[in-house]
């Protein structure tokens, strides 16, 4: 038990210190999220859980909008916009009656993802601060699940922590994708000269 509240510590140390270092690195006109905008209607797919305010579905690659998108058989379409435009939206949205922004919803499970109420971001700057810790999280998850998929030797477990990377976390991780070509050299094109 002891073990685990050391990697639990460790692994939370190196999820801030990866958000500080994508703050250095991002502005929120380079940060970019992707949206779902309904047909027809032209509204945000929101999420609703319980009796709270609707989230606005937020995804920070466009993997993962395609991925949600043709997984719940939305008829809606993805729309990328920066951060400051995001942030710009906030009086709109709040109209509609939607008090929260969640990050990277997982189609295929139940787990809430990272909300934020609107209430807690006082500028452009909380926004990208919540953006960039969703990011360096997913990331270093998605680091850990490839550490222990390498150090698999059964090649059909490996392959199964590998396809729940992709479906549970990280839709459009390369890295995850080239691990997944080495165990299935038959599934990439073959190369030419």
């Given amino acids: 038990m002891f073990e685990q509240e050391q990697e639990r510590s460790a692994q939370e140390k190196q999820a801030r210190e990866d958000t500080e270092n994508l703050l250095k690195e991002l502005t929120t006109e380079k940060a970019l999220?992707?949206?779902?905008?309904e047909r027809g209607t032209g509204r945000w797919h929101t999420i609703r859980e319980g009796d709270a305010a609707?989230?606005?579905?937020?995804?920070?690659?466009?993997?993962?909008?395609?991925?949600?998108?043709?997984?719940?058989?939305?008829?809606?379409?993805?729309?990328?916009?920066?951060?400051?435009?995001?942030?710009?939206?906030?009086p709109e949205l709040q109209r509609g009656q939607i008090a929260a922004l969640e990050f990277d919803r997982c189609p295929r499970c139940a787990d809430v993802r990272p909300m934020v109420?609107?209430?807690?971001?006082t500028g452009e700057g909380d926004l990208l601060r919540w953006y960039a810790a969703n990011l360096a999280s997913r990331r270093m998850l998605v680091a850990k699940n490839i550490r222990v998929a390498v150090q698999e030797?059964?090649?059909?477990?490996?392959?199964?922590?590998?396809?729940?990377?992709?479906?549970?976390?990280?839709?459009?991780?390369?890295d995850v994708h080239g691990e997944i070509a080495k165990?299935?050299?038959?599934?990439?094109?073959p190369r030419t000269s």
């Fill in 54 to 90: 609707p989230a606005l579905a937020v995804f920070t690659s466009a993997a993962f909008v395609n991925d949600f998108i043709a997984c719940k058989a939305l008829e809606c379409e993805p729309v990328e916009m920066n951060l400051k435009e995001l942030f710009a939206s906030f």
């Fill in 117 to 121: 109420q609107f209430s807690a971001i």
């Fill in 33 to 37: 999220v992707s949206l779902a905008r």
């Fill in 153 to 174: 030797a059964d090649p059909a477990k490996r392959l199964a922590i590998l396809r729940y990377t992709l479906e549970h976390i990280d839709p459009g991780s390369a």
């Fill in 183 to 189: 165990l299935r050299p038959g599934l990439l094109p």
